[in-house]
């Protein structure tokens, strides 16, 4: 009885599928050159983390990267970083791309630059944050925003010890700062 019941089943209710391989041939074979040319390269859910002697903690997370000819350099997809203060405090990174030293921990954030620390806000072109001379430079369409300012500018650093922030433009952009109390 099982054995028909099976055979019936087959036969009037599964449902075949015909796929045609040959047209999936030509996609096969471009994801298969790819794949040669960086395999070796290709490090996917990358996931660095690091602290300074300060004690603030800095991890740096990207759904894939490719190790550069200069082996300490990581060209990033998707970064997101997130730098831990020793007083507590928290900022969270988030760009395009990113390149990432792995000896110093460097790192240039690259397109669709977003960084929030608290209740602001600052978006731009990019980023680059240098552990070494403990600086943020921070360029390329900035806009500020927190809960009571809003400031566009061409060039923001940043002294990473002091807190100092320096707000430039070039000669034919101004800095605009808009207050609300």
């Known amino acids: 009885m099982i054995v028909i019941l099976f055979f019936f089943y ?3 209710y599964e449902k075949e599928s015909k796929i045609d391989l040959k047209s999936y041939e030509p996609l096969k074979e471009n994801l298969e050159e790819k794949n040669l040319a ?10 660095y983390f690091s602290k300074d002697i300060n004690n603030n903690l800095y991890t740096i997370k990207a759904d894939y990267g490719f190790i550069n000819e200069n082996s300490e350099i990581i060209e990033m997809t998707n970064p997101t970083a997130k730098i831990i203060l020793n007083d507590g405090g928290i900022i969270t990174i988030a760009a395009k791309k990113a390149l990432y030293n792995q000896q110093n921990y460097n790192s240039n954030f690259i397109e669709n630059v977003k960084i929030r620390y608290d209740d602001k806000i600052v978006t731009a072109n990019r980023m680059d944050l240098d552990f070494i001379s403990n600086n943020v430079k921070i360029y390329g369409d900035i806009l500020y925003k927190d809960i009571f300012r809003t400031l566009s500018s061409e060039y923001l650093d940043i002294d990473l010890k002091t807190k100092d922030i320096l707000i430039n433009s070039n000669n034919e952009r101004k800095v605009n700062l808009k207050t609300s109390y």
Do not use: E, M, R, S
């Open 10 to 12: 087959k036969k009037y």
């Open 38 to 47: 960086v395999q070796d390269n290709l490090i996917t859910d990358l996931n």
